[in-house]
């Protein structure tokens, strides 16, 4: 037996011990063989690590993931990608270097400049759609802190305008997303990358990263929010998050924001085994268990503009056919009509079809 980090889990592995939420409850029992779905879940519910059993799947049988779709194609090799890749990596270069010298000489965070740089990548885009777009065809197999950093600040930007917040509130759930893992910058980078299972004191060490940069952003000339959007983004609606197990309200709103964006972005990111994964299974996976444990108010209006932006594509259904989505349907956004042919599927009905990609 051995303890894996969620990154290191590979579909066709068996779990060695039931696998529990903060709160205890049973996620994933002994002996269950993990799916793609099984390991994406666990970003819902804030498990980094689990116990498998020694032996190790050859990775060579895992299903490859499907070829780079006809959208993917064109929209990389458009000229507002390309652009928007090349101001992406210079900020991210920026935003790395920037926070190193935060954490290790004490220098004053200059949250205007980082965060002018955060805005300046979706400001002149082709709409807020458009940002998404971007990032999930910007995902490759990459657990750095400061990528998802900058990524969830993007998506709580996106998230922010479809609120219909003000610019000033856009501006400020932006950097609330750009600063909320800087405490994950403080902890040992042998414990952060480490390959093999983590011991009960590293773990422990990980799982104080929240107030870590709580403390961190004291001494530094930001908002309180976000502060609070770092202390309590791993907090959840019903009270099973860490570290004060708050409930509803007592979260700060901006923190409610960032952790719907942190999730989203862990979900769709690219795994050792497979590509990005499809927009339409994380939302899946957020319907099924995600309305009691995120602001339901915040999580329907994302789920519902990320789906809405969908319309007129063309797509590819679990049992190899192609379409086009043509109509969501409100109460199952995961499963919408999609126009095969002459045959009109309402994926409401067939439970045993999904949406695997975007074509």
């Not at 290790?104 to 979706?122: F, P, Q």
């Not at 995902?139 to 996106?158: G, P, Q, R």
């Not at 609330?176 to 405490?183: I, K, Q, R, T």
């Not at 969908?310 to 109509?327: A, K, M, N, T």
Request: aromatic residues 8%.
């Amino acid at each position: 037996m051995k303890r894996l980090s969620k990154l290191q889990l590979i579909p066709g592995m068996t779990v060695a011990e039931d696998v529990l939420s903060f709160h205890h409850q049973l996620l994933i029992p002994k002996g269950t063989v993990l799916t793609d779905k099984l390991i994406t879940k666990l970003d819902l519910y804030g498990v980094m690590s689990i116990c498998v059993e020694d032996s190790i799947p050859d990775i060579s049988l895992v299903p490859p993931a499907p070829k780079v779709p006809s959208y993917s194609e064109r929209l990389k090799n458009s000229e507002d990608f390309l652009q928007f890749k090349e101001d992406y990596q210079l900020n991210l270069d920026c935003f790395h270097d920037a926070m190193n010298r935060v954490v290790e000489k004490n220098i004053k965070l200059d949250v205007g400049t980082l965060l002018k740089s955060a805005l300046n990548m979706v400001a002149n885009r082709s709409g807020q759609v458009g940002v998404l777009d971007m990032l999930q065809n910007m995902h490759e197999f990459d657990d750095s802190t400061y990528t998802h950093s900058m990524n969830v600040a993007l998506i709580c930007n996106v998230l922010a305008t479809w609120l219909n917040l003000d610019q000033n509130e856009i501006e400020l759930a932006t950097a609330c997303g750009l600063f909320h893992d800087v405490g994950k910058m403080l902890i040992p980078h042998e414990i952060i990358s480490k390959p093999g299972k983590l011991s009960p004191e590293e773990y422990a060490e990980v799982q104080k990263h929240p107030i870590a940069g709580y403390d961190l952003l004291l001494s530094q000339d930001v908002d309180k929010h976000v502060r609070f959007a770092a202390l309590m983004h791993h907090e959840r609606n019903d009270g099973t998050g860490y570290p004060m197990h708050l409930v509803g309200n007592q979260i700060d709103k901006y923190a409610r924001m960032v952790a719907i964006a942190d999730v989203y972005d862990a979900m769709t990111a690219a795994r050792v085994y497979r590509g990005p994964l499809c927009p339409f299974r994380a939302i899946e996976i957020f319907e099924a268990e995600g309305y009691q444990r995120y602001d339901v108010n915040y999580l329907l209006t994302f789920l519902e503009n990320v789906v809405s932006t969908y319309i007129q594509s063309r797509c590819l259904l679990s049992d190899g056919r192609e379409g086009d989505i043509i109509y969501i349907n409100k109460d199952k956004l995961s499963r919408p009509i999609v126009q095969c042919g002459r045959e009109y599927v309402n994926l409401a009905e067939h439970p045993d079809l999904t949406i695997i990609e975007i074509i």
